[in-house]
């Protein structure tokens, strides 16, 4: 039987150079000689973990110091925050193992999955907290009297831009092949660039100057590590970071047991909250945004078109 005359639903017609067992039958898919780990496992897990931890807190630490609700902050937001990661993560699993399956490869890596940084901090910075200015009210004393009202308002509308920006990123995957076919490398890497600057660069290096004997120690340990290619004896460099920015944080007093012991206070189980309604009824407070949703669509789409080069 000729290649292209086989049964669509073979493993043949899918990987053409799947082994066969003595019999003439097909052997088992190619999935099933997938390696649990291989080599840069580890230092691939714990960057990406510690970007989307680094990500996340900053958002948090940000809306929290505003005068966002704890019940917000941690029932609302980080909730649906972990269950976007583990859906997201899922698929992006699924597609790599049936790109192993399609290609008979064992060497295809997934796209990793999280939070879009300068999109997570465009979204902060620009809708979430101008909308929660906007709906706060204040006492004589100036003091904001509806703070938990007007921060549960600008979560909605967060929620129904985020629905608004993945309409976009699915509307542009239609067309990405053909956008990473005829744009440059280049020319992608332009947005990333300009956002970048504007909002994960500036701000940052504002913190990292107040306290330079904690920051400084580590962004020289990630030149090292990533720039220069030093090597650790095994321990990854982002593990090595967050173990040296640990240590002189505790031994230069940045941190307390005081804070430590506010914090553990936070550590409960948090049920989240279903907002499909939620989304539909605030769509006419995100019209004012779509100016700055639909460029970060299109960045995040254009990020992932990245990721496949």
């Known amino acids: ?64 110091s505003v005068g966002f609700p704890v019940s917000i902050v941690y029932g609302k937001i980080t909730p649906g925050i972990g269950l976007s990661m583990a859906f997201g993560s899922i698929f992006y699993m699924i597609q790599g193992m049936w790109m192993c399956h399609k290609t008979d490869r064992t060497d295809i890596c997934a796209q990793p999955f999280g939070i879009n940084t300068p999109g997570a901090f465009a979204f902060v910075s620009s809708i979430i907290l101008p909308v929660y200015y906007q709906k706060l009210k204040y006492d004589d004393n100036n003091n904001p009297i509806n703070t938990e009202e007007a921060a549960d308002f600008a979560w909605k509308v967060g929620v129904a831009a985020n629905f608004v920006q993945g309409a976009v990123e699915v509307a542009f995957a239609v067309i990405g092949p053909q956008i990473q076919q005829g744009v440059p490398i280049v020319a992608l890497l332009t947005s990333l660039a300009s956002i970048g600057f504007a909002f994960l660069l500036s701000g940052p290096m504002l913190d990292e100057a107040a306290k330079p004997m904690l920051s400084m120690i580590c962004i020289f ?23 040296v920015g640990v240590v002189i944080g505790w031994s230069g007093g940045y941190l307390t047991t005081e804070q430590l012991k506010e ?10 909250e279903f907002t499909l309604v939620d989304i539909f009824t605030h769509f006419g407070e995100v019209s004012p945004y779509m100016g700055l949703i639909i460029p970060v669509g299109l960045t995040v789409a254009v990020g992932t078109i990245q990721c496949v080069e």
């Not at 086989?6 to 019999?23: F, I, K, Q, T, V």
């Not at 090292?224 to 982002?238: A, M, Q, R």
């Not at 914090?263 to 989240?272: A, I, M, N, R």
């Open 263 to 272: 914090d553990v206070k936070l550590v409960k189980w948090y049920h989240g």
């Open 1 to 64: 039987m000729t290649e292209s005359s086989r049964p669509e639903h073979s493993y043949a017609a899918l990987a053409p150079n799947a082994e066969r067992d003595s019999g003439g039958g097909q052997t088992r898919s190619v999935l099933w000689s997938l390696p649990w780990v291989t080599k840069g496992d580890l230092d691939a897990y714990t960057a990406v973990t510690s970007n989307n931890l680094a990500t996340m807190l900053i958002v948090l630490q940000t809306l929290l």
């Open 221 to 243: 340990v990630v030149f090292l590590g990533y720039l220069s290619g030093i090597k650790w004896g095994g321990i990854p460099t982002s593990v090595l970071v967050m173990i």
